[in-house]
């Protein structure tokens, strides 16, 4: 990977899952060039939206196991410092509505089954 930048390096990683190595090299190219910082923070929620959390799967229903959960709200911290950085910064909006859409509908698996006014 020589010749490349710290932010392309932490691109490969990211691809290739080793999301805790890539955000290292992406907060360290933020660090040494604020004008990507952005593009950064970006990636680096992206790289918490993408990585497991869950110790083991999840039963959520019956028939149904979880078996991978991101880090949202880590990922919901860096969209939203991508966003400080520029606020029209298009992955970032996107990314950060899909962590929070996503986050809210976590709390359905919790939600009762029957409920006033549920079949």
Known sequence: MAGL?????GNRLLVSKQYEKAIRLFESHAAAHPEDA?????RIAECYRRCNVLPAPVPVAEGVTLVSEGNLKAAEYHFRLALNCDPHHFASLY???QSMTTSRAGGLRKAPKRGPGLC
């Open 5 to 9: 930048t710290k932010y392309q390096k």
């Open 38 to 42: 952005a593009d950064c923070h970006e």
């Open 95 to 97: 990314g950060l509505s």
